[in-house]
């Protein structure tokens, strides 16, 4: 029987020559750090010096996930990656009537500078990287980090790390904006030139085909909108006055990682060729960090299954090889625990070692690229990047990425994917070990780590002590300044970093821009 790639695209039983014959490969190829950057970014990629092991955690309070961060770094995690609840993720303090039983499930609460000082206490800002899964108040989270960093002795242009700031795939796949797309857009313009002044080695966005990922896209549809949402942000920026060498060589992406391997790695290298066309091409971009397309990867959470959890351990053991096989720049590797609970101690600390066996016991860092010239390897590269460019011009078509969203292109083409997976898998036709095939009888009971009913109120009385304790007359001031530079056009980080550092908490500010520039409703735009 033929088989297709998860892109639909058809895999041959054999490649040969014949499947490149149109190759050319002083184009499509070059070398390891030269354009068009086909085979990683870096000339030597890991043979100096491995990819950034990240580890993604974040729950109940800032000092429970302050215990879990100094636990990964001691296994030897060199970046932390911080997952924050639902009502931080939406702008709202965790006594608000609509955080109500979503304080700390998902993530952890941050409601003022005195959470994120409790967050990283102990943890040195200007050694560590950091990156932070928040969109729609990334740059409520960055100011914070920013303020903590200083108290630590830190040089701003010290601090490293990520902001995801990716509020357009919010309305394609999560949900978590807040704001229309017009004034989230200026919010991350204006991030971009707050960091090319204030944080100079800060990745100011990353542009995320994750959640589209887990949300049911293929990898073609994973790459297409995500580089359509990129192309989006170029245009944000440019347009609110900004050069594209200025902020460009800070842009980063945001892929997952599948089982699926050797369409995986064809997935991320055809990636960066079409980013840096876009780049060279479209945008003009003449700096060649401008024209890199650096990722994060996280392996598949949705791929992870509940039945015989163990397995996820093989599954996700292969999707890191497929992203370092693919030239990642740093990694998160998934619990083997994470389709039950939140993850247990053992099983973060075991997620850590299978990058680290990776890193040191196979050969895999000792040359860059090693699938380069697979004929296999390079037959789908070269046809995810002609499946992806046309998916590209399709939403280019439309309007771009924000009108596409506002005819709801990539959600219904998402879905529609979603729906074929979920159909093949009810058929038989997908195998998911452990699920529909190879079902074991009878599971091991699991001991799942459970929250604290009490971390709301905890949260609550946090925050009415420094209600009661701090200045009410500056930060007023503060407030309106805020609100004062929102309707107009200069940059809100400025105001915004002063009503903070008045201890204003996550939620007022939020809701002072609520005030200014309303709240999004599904179909508007």
């Known amino acids: ?25 002083e184009e499509k190829l070059g070398r390891p750090g030269e354009y ?10 890991y043979v100096d010096r491995p990819w950034t092991m990240r580890q993604y955690a974040g729950f109940a309070t800032a000092q429970e996930s302050n215990q879990r961060y ?12 911080v997952a924050f609840d639902l009502p931080t993720q939406m702008g709202y303090d965790s006594d608000a009537r609509v955080a109500h039983g979503e304080v700390g499930r998902v993530g952890v609460a941050i409601d003022a500078v005195g959470d994120m000082r409790t967050l990283f206490d102990g943890i040195p800002l200007d050694t560590v990287s950091t990156s932070m899964t928040i969109n729609a108040p990334a740059a409520v989270l960055l100011l914070m980090y920013q303020t903590v960093g200083e108290e630590q002795g830190a040089r ?22 807040i704001y229309p797309p017009r004034p989230s857009l200026r919010l991350v313009a204006d991030t971009f030139a707050y960091c090319r002044s204030e944080l100079p080695r800060w990745n100011t966005i990353s542009i995320s085909g994750y959640h589209m990922a887990e949300a049911g896209a293929t990898p073609v549809q994973e790459i297409a909108f995500t580089l359509a949402n990129a192309k989006e942000y170029v ?57 890199m397309l650096r990722f994060h990867t996280q392996t598949a959470g949705v791929q992870l299954t509940a039945q015989q959890p163990e397995v996820n351990l093989i599954r996700v053991s292969l999707q890191a090889l497929a992203a370092v096989l693919g030239g990642t720049q740093s990694l998160h590797t ?83 994917a979603a729906y074929q997976v979920a159909r093949e898998i009810d058929d038989g ?68 970093r002063d009503a903070l550092r008045a201890d204003a908490t996550l939620g007022e500010v939020c809701d002072a821009l609520r005030d200014v520039w309303g709240e999004y409703q599904p179909g508007e735009i």
């Open 156 to 177: 701003p242009g010290q601090l490293t790390g990520t902001i995801q700031n990716d509020v357009l795939k919010e309305y394609i796949a999560r949900g978590t904006y």
């Open 235 to 291: 245009r944000a920026a440019l347009s609110s006055g900004l050069a594209i060498d200025e902020f460009a060589p800070r842009l980063s992406f945001f892929f997952v990682a599948r089982t699926t391997l050797l369409e995986e790695v064809a997935k991320f290298r055809a990636a960066r060729r079409l980013w840096a066309r876009i780049m060279k091409e479209e945008f003009k971009a003449e700096d060649p960090r401008s024209q």
């Open 70 to 81: 100094h636990e990964l770094i001691e296994a030897g995690t060199t970046g932390l990656s």
């Open 1 to 25: 029987m033929e088989r297709t790639s998860e892109s639909g695209l058809p895999v041959d039983p054999v490649y040969d020559a014949s499947k490149l014959t149109d190759f050319r490969p």
């Open 429 to 496: 036709e997908r195998v998911v070990v452990g699920v529909n095939k190879f079902v074991a009888d009878g599971e091991e009971p699991y001991q799942p780590l459970r929250m604290d009913p009490s971390i709301e109120a905890a949260q609550a009385a946090r925050l009415a002590r420094l209600r009661q304790e701090r200045a009410r007359e500056p930060l007023a001031r503060a407030i309106s300044a805020l609100k004062q530079t929102a309707e107009g056009s200069g940059n809100v980080l400025y105001p915004l």
């Open 334 to 416: 998934n619990s083997y625990d994470e389709a039950l609970a939140l993850p247990s101690t053992k099983a973060a600390r075991l997620a850590v070692r299978t990058q680290q066996v990776i890193a040191n016991e196979t050969d895999l860092t000792a040359t860059a690229d090693p699938f380069a010239g697979s004929y296999a390897i390079e037959s789908m590269t070269d046809e995810i990047e002609a499946a992806a460019e046309s998916l590209i011009d399709r939403v280019e078509d439309m309007g771009g990425a924000a009108a596409a969203i506002e005819r709801g292109f990539q959600k219904a083409e998402i879905e529609a």
């Open 36 to 45: 068009p950057f086909t085979r990683g970014v870096y000339p030597r990629m």
